[in-house]
Structure formats: structure tokens, C-alpha cells
């Protein structure tokens, strides 16, 4: 089977005053994450994993933090360009996996909602779609909660149709 498969990383600086956006799920909490787009660590980490898989490059060369066009965009939109570029290759999503890495707030409470709201834009089922919440166990600028990272990996599959 033609199989391919791609890999995503993703980490933003936590800051006061920004809405907290993982996963496409708005998380109440009292920091957010910096950026030119809402900041959405998993999203960008899942958009990257895809690109890797279709040999399409990165989401900073697809979409630079320069352009205007980007500013406070929803990252759930350029989640679904990569998802019509994935369509154009003529692959279907198989499945993806993911890890967040945050100390603060609590993932599990928003892991079915980012679910829902990740496969609806992949068009796959929500059980191809799997969300990981760790902790830094207190270490480093994630443990200092000054940073959320991602990671994602995907596998993708020649479309049927
Ligand atoms: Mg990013």
C-alpha cells in the first residue's frame, strides 16, 4: 500500500492577555498562546505532520508569519488549506496522533471537542484522530509554564475515489 506517513513539532510562548487556543477548542485560562496566527500549538503541529507526509514543505513557508494576510488568523483554517492540499495529492487522511506538552490547564476536559473539531476538518472519523495530554513534570519552560509544545504524526493513504 502507498502509504506515507509525516511528523510535526510545534511550541509557543504562553503570555497574559491572548485567549488560549488548542486543538481548535477555546480553553479557559488566564495566558495564551503568542503568535502571529491565535497561536493554536496543536494545529500547527498537525499542519506540519501533513505536509511532511505529502512532501509539501512547512507551515512557516505555506504560511509566513510576515504576511498580514496571517495576522490572528484561526488556525483552523490553514488546517484545512493542508487539508485540500492533501486532497490534491490525491491522499485521504488514515489516521493521526498527537501529544500536547503543558503543565497548565487540564487537556482532558477539551480532548473530545478538539477530536470533533480536528476530523471534521480531516473528513475522517473521530476515532482516526487521538489527543495526548503530558506534563513537564514541572522542568523546563513548559514545566515553568511559560510554553505549550505539540507533537503529531500522521499517516495518510491514495484516496479510493
Ligand atoms: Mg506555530
Redesign the pocket.
Known amino acids: 500500500m502507498q502509504y506515507r506517513v509525516g511528523i510535526g513539532y510545534?511550541?509557543?510562548r504562553l503570555v497574559q492577555g491572548r485567549p488560549l487556543f488548542i486543538g481548535g477548542a477555546q480553553i479557559p485560562y488566564v495566558k495564551g498562546?503568542l503568535?502571529?496566527?491565535d497561536?493554536?500549538?496543536l494545529l500547527?503541529?498537525v499542519c506540519?505532520a501533513l505536509l511532511g507526509a505529502i512532501g509539501g514543505g512547512d507551515?512557516?513557508q505555506l504560511f509566513p508569519d510576515t504576511d498580514p494576510k496571517y495576522q490572528g488568523i484561526d488556525?483552523k483554517e490553514l488546517l484545512k488549506a493542508v487539508a485540500d492540499l492533501v486532497r490534491e495529492k490525491k491522499y485521504t487522511v488514515n489516521n493521526v496522533d498527537t501529544i500536547i506538552v503543558a503543565e497548565e490547564p487540564k487537556m482532558l476536559p477539551f480532548e473530545k471537542e478538539m477530536r470533533r473539531k480536528i476530523s471534521a476538518i480531516l473528513e475522517i472519523p473521530e476515532d482516526r484522530v487521538n489527543i495526548k495530554a503530558k506534563t513537564s513534570e514541572g522542568m523546563g519552560e513548559i514545566g515553568k509554564i511559560e510554553a505549550i509544545a505539540s507533537y503529531a504524526i500522521v499517516s495518510i493513504v491514495p484516496r479510493e475515489d
Do not use: P, R, T
Open positions: 510545534d511550541i509557543h498562546l503568535g502571529h496566527s497561536g493554536d500549538v500547527h503541529a506540519d507551515i512557516g488556525s
